[in-house]
């Protein structure tokens, strides 16, 4: 874990994503596994509303109702990255991903 932290550390000149998918327990203190940096972006998926200190004010939303399209947009504004195909295009598989990331989390628990 300290490899990882330090390399997403020394990519200051790159816009990296890391995604906490399913991060529902508080106590899990997610902060320690947060990069020290300014660069790249966190994602954290999660149905606990306590979980919402580690964002910057009003950078939580509800999406579970959320479109594709109304999915990418709300990526795109949160990473504050420029509209342009190549942005889109990325945020359309990260959301993809996240997506499909749910459905077989949800489908693996609610199988014997």
């Known amino acids: 874990m300290e490899a990882s932290l330090r390399w997403l550390t020394s990519q200051t000149d790159q816009n990296w994503l890391l995604v906490f998918d399913n991060a529902d327990n508080v106590d899990l203190k997610l902060k ?21 200190h580690y964002t ?24 504050r990255a420029k509209r342009s195909d190549e942005n889109i295009a990325l945020a359309e598989t990260i959301v993809k991903v996240v ?11 609610n199988t014997p």
């Open 32 to 52: 320690q596994y947060f990069p020290s940096c300014s660069s790249g972006n966190i994602l954290i998926t999660t149905r606990n509303r306590e979980l919402r």
């Open 99 to 109: 997506i499909f990331a749910v459905f077989n989390r949800g489908f693996r628990t």
């Open 56 to 79: 910057a004010e009003d950078a939580d939303a509800d999406v579970k109702d959320m479109d594709l399209e109304d999915a990418k947009a709300l990526l795109l504004v949160q990473a």
